[in-house]
């Protein structure tokens, strides 16, 4: 998923200390390296590793539990209210587990993790990239409550900044993290956003954002009725709100924009603003007011796509790509499926400003990349990337690589964890909370 799309057939890599060192034809390689371990593809086609640009990793065990709150008071925010360290460590290895056997290398969470050291050691466990950055950042909560109460809660809120000093006072808690070149876990710089965010604290971050070299990144345009709301208040577009005070900039990652007016992709293309789509949010806002999903438009437009999970309720990580298809086709844009592949890899690492390290084979570049089974049913070799990035799931895969170890082999993780013991805890975790906040004896 280079610059080009090159497609090797017959080819090779090298690795060496994590990286890649070479790329070229099998014939070529071979002869130029000599390797303590080789492994041999047998005819299967290897590709970057998929990130999934978006998830609330905190609430993966909490996948299922949504229809448990209907017709109660009890919300979402009970739930996240009521996270430990444990849970939180528990839920996020349950995830990379799945991760891993989906084909994916690493996962963006937007700052939605309360203790994000408990989520850090899951990279060192499960051997997956993680990118995270400071624990809900915003200085305006209440907005939270007002627009999307379903997602709030006292217990939930109480955790939050309760002023813009506080609000503050957390930014670029998590950047240490990238004093380690080789580290798995990154920090970037995130604020909640969806209104609960002043322009103080958006300049604040963005500037913040600059001078540690990392992007900027917050939801927006989540549900559009609400964004409709805010921008009578404005008098404006809130896009053209934020770029008379100066806030759109090449460096702003902006999550869900699930209303974008067609006189917009011009201007987000021009201030070079990169986007995270979550496919099956967008599928829940169609047919509610103010929607407008623009996003095989703008990637036509040149702007980096990633595709995200936000939280896989309605299939598994390897579904997302048959999510983008059809979200597309729902409102009569469809993508194509070299662009679903090019989302789940290189876009995806654009929108966290990893994509000079990661989502491309290429020399330089990190050794993240899937081998997937030859022989499965799906593989005709027709059209690889409908065959990779929409139809074949975690049964196609064959073997992961991250930073050039194995992780999966033979659709098993390979790491040391045990994986049973993995699941048990998750499932104990999510039962113990379910009881905390009473939704089950």
Not at 161 to 173: C, H, N, T, V
């Amino acid at each position: 998923m280079d610059a080009d799309d090159l497609v090797i057939r017959g080819g090779a890599l090298a690795v060496c200390n994590g990286r890649i060192v070479a790329t070229g034809s099998d014939k070529a390689v071979v002869s130029r390296y000599a390797a303590a371990d080789v492994f041999d593809a047998r005819g299967a086609v290897v590709h970057p590793g998929f990130i999934d640009a978006h998830v609330h990793v905190s609430q993966y065990t909490a996948r299922t539990v949504l229809p448990l709150m209907e017709s109660t008071s009890i919300t979402m925010g009970d739930w996240k209210g009521a996270l430990t360290p444990e849970d939180e460590h528990a839920s996020a290895l349950l995830a990379a587990l799945d991760y891993l056997k989906c084909g994916y290398t690493g996962f963006v969470d937007p700052g939605t993790i309360f203790s994000p050291d408990a989520v850090a050691t899951a990279a060192e466990q499960a051997q997956i990239r993680i990118w995270l950055t400071d624990p809900y950042v915003a200085d305006r909560a209440a907005s939270l409550a007002a627009n999307l109460p379903e997602l709030a809660s006292e217990s939930f809120l109480a955790r939050w900044p309760s002023s813009l000093d506080e609000a503050l006072g957390r930014l670029g808690s998590q950047l240490f993290r990238n004093k380690q070149e080789d580290s798995l876990v990154k920090a970037f710089i995130g604020l909640y956003g969806e209104a609960t965010d002043s322009p103080e604290l958006f300049r604040a971050a963005l500037d913040l954002a600059h001078a540690s070299d990392v992007r900027f990144q917050e939801h927006l345009g989540y549900l559009p009725a609400s964004q409709l709301i805010r921008e009578d208040a404005l008098g404006q577009p809130l896009l053209a709100y934020l770029d008379e005070l100066g806030l759109l900039d090449p460096n702003v990652t902006f999550v869900h924009m699930n209303l974008v007016r067609e006189n917009e992709i011009g201007l987000l293309a021009d201030h070079g603003i990169r986007v995270v789509w979550c496919p099956y949010g967008q599928l829940q806002m169609l047919g509610r007011r103010g929607t407008q999903s623009r996003m095989a438009a703008l990637a036509r437009s040149g702007i980096p796509v990633g595709i995200a999970s936000d939280i896989p309720r309605a299939c598994d990580f390897d579904g997302l790509g048959t999510l983008a298809i059809c979200a597309s086709a729902a409102v009569a844009d469809s993508i194509h499926p070299n662009q679903v592949l090019r989302m789940r890899t290189i876009g995806a690492a654009a929108t966290i400003g990893a994509e000079g390290e990661v989502g491309s084979l290429e020399v330089g570049k990190r050794a993240d990349f899937v081998v997937r089974q030859p022989q499965e049913s799906v593989n005709f070799g027709f059209d690889m990337p409908l065959e990779l990035a929409v139809i074949g799931g975690r049964h196609t895969i064959r073997s992961v690589f991250v930073a050039g170890r194995k992780t999966v082999n033979a659709g098993r993780v390979v790491t040391g964890l045990d994986e049973a013991a993995v699941v048990a805890w998750a499932h104990r975790s999510a039962r113990a909370i379910a009881s905390r906040i009473g939704l089950c004896a």
